[in-house]
């Protein structure tokens, strides 16, 4: 009889442990995760680069799901010229905007994952650090990277775990559009 509870006991922690799944190394509170609904039907070229970001994000963070076409917490548009940049309206919404023209200078993913991160909470940080993805154009033309570093990920499930201060989730859900990002290189056959 023990060893049968024991059996029903051990079968129960490995079905509760496969439900939980890489939830349990991580110490944030067991809310529920969030679903960010992207749409990219104004993407045009840039939306295979926009799942590939989602996916980035998606591994980077414990208890967020960026999702493709589920909703409208973020568009994603396609433009041309004056610059990629991001319009973020509260903490997981709003529109991020690539610009063609910038994104046949820079790496597009990187422009992407780094845009999308200001709809996830984060700020620019121009010091020009490759291993960064916040650091955005100040890395240069060559700097392809598109991963948010352990802290810059870190941050931002914390901000969706709620478990910064008041003050600092404010500031992130802040309204806020971020330019500049990505400034113009200079041309590359000067006239004259
Ligand atoms: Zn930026």
Redesign the pocket.
């Known amino acids: 009889m023990t060893s049968r509870i024991s059996r029903l006991v051990v079968a129960f922690v490995a079905t509760a442990g496969a439900t939980l799944g890489v939830t349990v190394a991580n110490p944030a509170p067991a809310s529920a995760a969030m679903t960010i609904c992207y749409n990219t039907s104004q993407a045009g070229s840039f939306a295979g680069v926009a799942n590939q970001a989602a996916t980035i994000w998606n591994n980077a963070t414990s208890n967020l799901t960026l999702s493709a076409n589920c909703g409208s917490n973020l568009r994603i548009y396609s433009i041309t010229g004056g610059g990629s ?2 319009v973020r309206t509260s903490l997981g919404n709003g529109r991020v905007y690539i610009d063609t023209q910038q994104a046949q200078q820079y790496s597009p993913l990187r422009i992407m994952s ?2 999308i ?2 709809i996830l909470g984060l700020p ?1 940080n121009y010091n020009g650090n490759c291993s960064l993805l ?1 650091s ?1 154009g100040s890395a240069g033309t060559s700097c392809t990277n598109p991963y948010p570093s352990s802290a810059e990920a870190t941050r931002v499930t914390n901000l969706f775990a709620d478990t910064r201060s008041d003050t600092e989730r404010g500031s992130a859900a802040d309204s806020v559009i ?1 330019q500049d ?1 990505w400034p113009a290189t200079t041309a590359l056959a000067p006239i004259g």
């Open positions: 940049y991001a780094h845009e991160g200001h620019d916040m955005g971020f990002s």
